[in-house]
């Protein structure tokens, strides 16, 4: 089944505490990204990936890192959370940046 | 970064009955898409919009690109229970690599 999976699903963590959020799509997609969701103010593109080793920056990145060492994996990095962090986060994948972007299940991070 | 005004920001509306939604912008896209988020999943997209004055429709939902750029609206006609959830509207520059989404429309039908 094509899908984009996100683990884990539910975090709480601590403040300063590193986590990383792995994100994995099994469609050859060469585009990926993250998201935040926040009430009111919709979904926020926290950083993306146009192809392997190629990622750039969205509208809000300060506080996040990625990688993208393979075409299939996009891990999401919060080297030292913060409670303004306590968010829900989607990954997505698309063929290109043009087409249909196909969204993981979501993780719900809460930051203490 | 680019915004996107969506409205109105919540409905609560009789089953059977029409919805109407829209987002505006003050940055001219190429191509609008709505997307729809059930509760607990990633948003799911309903219809994409690539030129100006398009409209398209899908089942029981008609979305249009405004013929400014700036602007699209989304139509449900005769509003059922399962329709139920957030509605995005996002936008894309034909040089953007981001697409920029709207704040959302929560519906909510009552039966």
């Known amino acids: 089944e094509a899908q984009v999976t996100q683990n884990p699903r539910y975090l709480i963590t601590v403040t300063g505490k590193k986590l990383t959020v792995t994100c994995s799509q099994n469609?050859?997609?060469?585009?990926m990204s993250w998201y935040r969701q926040d009430p009111g103010l919709g979904l926020r593109q926290i950083y993306y990936s146009m192809n392997v080793e190629v990622t750039d920056k969205g509208d809000v990145p300060e506080g996040y890192k990625v990688s993208r060492k393979e075409k299939r994996n996009f891990p999401l990095i919060l080297e030292s959370p913060s409670p303004n962090q306590t968010s829900l986060y989607f990954c997505?994948?698309?063929?290109?940046?043009?087409?249909?972007?196909?969204f993981g299940p979501g993780t719900r991070l809460t930051v203490l | 970064g680019q915004q996107l005004n969506q409205s109105p920001q919540s409905m609560f509306i009789q089953e059977g009955e029409d919805v109407s939604m829209n987002c505006t912008s003050s940055?001219?896209?190429?191509?609008w898409l709505w997307y729809k988020q059930d509760p607990g999943e990633g948003p799911v997209l309903l219809i994409a919009?690539?030129?100006?004055?398009e409209l398209t429709s899908n089942g029981r939902l008609t979305a249009q690109f405004g013929i400014t750029r700036k602007d699209s609206f989304l139509n449900i006609s005769a509003s059922i229970p399962s329709d139920v959830g957030i509605y995005f509207c996002a936008g894309l520059t034909n040089a953007g690599n981001m697409l920029t989404f709207g704040g959302g429309t929560r519906l909510m039908v009552k039966p």
């Open positions: 940055s001219i896209f190429n191509t």
């Open positions: 469609m050859n997609h060469e585009y």
């Open positions: 997505a994948s698309s063929l290109g940046r043009k087409d249909e972007q196909f």
């Open positions: 919009l690539y030129k100006a004055g």
